[in-house]
């Protein structure tokens, strides 16, 4: 790159352009706990005072609690049967050479390209013709459909990158099948079922379009928020709440992100990572 | 260990004749391919069934039609006669497919320079650089469409930053509710689906063409367009691809930032499954789109296929 010389640097431009793309991704979100603290209904500048107040509301709106607390318990349910299959699902591609992988896969990824609007219809229509009642039940396993290729891909990264062979001796010295996941396998690829559990928590938690249609009357997180957005008065309670949970999908990703890319882990972003 | 022990024990008994099941059970140890399937059995049962039932359902309602509150089960080409005729319906779609065109385009090109930092100036901390560049996709969708509305509105950051600065006297009234406001939501939200085919097509470039380029006298630029970008191009088409079809269902984001001249199909969509009370018709209009992305996502497989062997 030093041949570039005659037409500036272009390292200090790309790295220029680097910030700036950067900041177009994160500011837009930062806008949110901005206006959090900001002692005013509208989101205008300039910015009228400090106020906590609009967190304070938070602690005394009981629906927000209920519905806090109803993408908790999906969120958590999604997230282990999620990486449950995944597990199995990313167990069997990477050991086994299996004729018709590619397309296996590619099935299981399809939701990733399938428009979550359209996956959201038809599982409305299936439950409303089997008579199912929507509850946080078919939210549930609509989040299951979602998260599955993410926690297939998180898994199928982790179980590549390890030495085989590891598994192999465990093997040799009369381990049997069981034995050799839970004392060998499971351990090495502890970080990725951990980063899968993270990462579909935080999808389930965050989905709205999917839970839009399925949720029926018990509301969850998003939908909460989507419904409030229509009341200007609450916008401010809108803003805390939103501060909040960006903060801690932030961290929780981070933490996933970090946990999978680092290491054991097979560089699914290219090499020397 | 009980299991192993219990395991030793049967196989130092030699002279009996294994049994059917044991035959079996020995073949099934030994077929690599028959363990793997069954490990990946519930899986993709699990997948199969929740996208292949559902669909199906929906395929079928899509030929029944809405009668006052019911719903007759008779077959029916009505509802694919109305998403044909009726101008509306076409008009949405061709909106949608072109906003969510220019919106992968416009993601691509933003997002390729950045892939193109890391993969070839970041030298140390990539890791966090990565994770920094995918993290607010993880992040709560609605809360990120909801930022931009807070950013474009009316009375929103830009404009009255920019009145209290002095610089307009008069809210910018084009900034939201138009298809602009919903590309540049839409890049934002879906910017990692970009830059990660990207950086990695970018990454897996092996360094010594680039080198050989340089040998033989190509410059910078010009080895960029002759080496890097060819190269990349899996990435670019990837990322295209990836960022077109999701988006062409999107619903939050024109719901909330594209007012009525930014409405698109997932909006009817989502209609027909609620105010509008017609889910053969909300069927149909799915299963339409569907098939139209499919198709049109094939046609660019086809052709950037016929494109980059022409390249290479």
Same mark, same amino acid.
């Given at each position: ?51 906590? /107040? ?8 009981? /629906? ?55 996956? @959201? ?20 396993? @609509? ?117 999978? %890319? ?12 | ?23 079996? %059970? ?59 005729? /009726? ?37 140390? %901390? ?77 990454? /897996? ?43 062409? @269902? ?7 930032? @594209? ?45 950037? %296929? ?7």
């Amino acid at each position: 790159m030093s041949r570039a010389g005659n037409f500036g640097s272009p390292s200090r431009l790309l790295a220029a352009y680097a910030i700036l793309y950067l900041a177009f991704l994160y500011i837009p979100v930062l806008f949110l706990p901005l206006f959090s603290f900001n002692d005013a209904l509208h989101t205008t500048f300039p910015l009228k005072g400090f106020t906590t /107040k609009w967190y304070e509301q938070m602690f005394y709106d009981e /629906k927000m609690h209920q519905a806090l607390w109803n993408s908790l318990k999906v969120g958590a349910v999604t997230s282990v049967v999620a990486t449950t299959l995944g597990i199995f699902g990313a167990k069997a591609v990477t050991r086994f050479r299996l004729p018709g992988q590619k397309p296996i896969i590619s099935v299981i990824m399809l939701p990733l390209v399938i428009p979550v609007i359209i996956m @959201g219809v038809a599982l409305l229509i299936l439950f409303s013709r089997m008579g199912v009642p929507l509850t946080l039940f078919t939210v549930t396993l @609509g989040h299951i459909l979602i998260c599955v290729p993410f926690a297939m891909a998180t898994l199928m990264a982790r179980f590549e990158g390890f030495d085989r062979s590891m598994e192999e001796a465990a093997a040799d010295l009369g381990d049997n099948a069981w034995h050799t996941f839970w004392r060998v396998t499971f351990p090495l690829v502890f970080p990725g079922v951990l980063a899968s559990l993270l990462l579909c928590f935080t999808i389930s938690f965050d989905e709205f379009i999917m839970a839009f249609f399925l949720a029926g009357t018990e509301q969850t997180l998003p939908i909460f928020i989507y419904g409030q957005l229509r009341f200007p008065q609450k916008l401010p309670s809108v803003l805390a709440l939103g501060a909040c949970i960006l903060v801690v999908s932030f961290f929780v990703v981070f933490f996933s992100q970090w946990l999978q %890319r680092r290491g054991g882990g097979k560089p699914t972003t290219g090499a020397g990572i | 260990m009980p299991m192993s022990d219990s395991a030793a024990l049967a196989s130092t008994q030699p002279d009996q004749r294994p049994t059917f099941g044991e035959r079996l %059970r020995r073949f099934y140890s030994r077929s690599d391919a028959m363990r793997g399937y069954t490990l990946l059995s519930p899986t993709l049962l699990v997948m199969v069934t929740m996208l292949c039932i559902p669909f199906g359902i929906m395929v079928l309602m899509s030929f029944w039609t809405q009668s006052g509150f019911d719903i007759s089960t008779s077959f029916s080409l009505d509802n694919y006669a109305s998403v044909a005729e /009726k101008p509306i319906f076409q008009a949405l779609l061709i909106r949608s497919l072109i906003i969510s065109g220019f919106c992968a385009v416009a993601t691509v090109l933003i997002s390729y320079p950045m892939a193109y930092y890391v993969a070839f100036h970041v030298h140390r %901390r990539k890791l966090l650089w990565i994770i920094l560049m995918t993290l607010p996709f993880w992040t709560s969708y609605l809360l990120r469409v909801f930022a931009w509305k807070v950013i474009l509105g009316f009375n929103g950051v830009l404009n009255t930053g920019l009145i209290s600065l002095g610089i307009i006297d008069q809210p910018l009234e084009f900034l939201i509710y138009s298809p602009t406001a919903v590309v540049i939501t839409l890049a934002h939200a879906w910017a990692a689906f970009a830059i990660l085919p990207i950086y990695v097509s970018l990454e /897996k470039i092996d360094r010594s063409l680039l080198e050989a380029a340089a040998d033989l006298g190509d410059g910078p630029v010009r080895s960029f367009f002759r080496v890097t970008l060819p190269l990349s191009l899996p990435g670019v088409i990837a990322a295209m691809l990836l960022i077109f079809i999701p988006t062409v @269902g999107d619903y939050v984001t024109p719901a909330l930032v @594209g007012g009525p001249d930014g409405l698109m199909m997932a909006n009817l969509i989502q209609a027909m499954f609620g105010k509008m009370n017609n889910w053969p018709l909300g069927s149909a209009l799915a299963v339409s789109m569907m098939i139209i992305v499919t198709l049109i996502a094939l046609a660019y497989v086809w052709v950037t %296929r016929k494109l980059v062997g022409r390249i290479a």
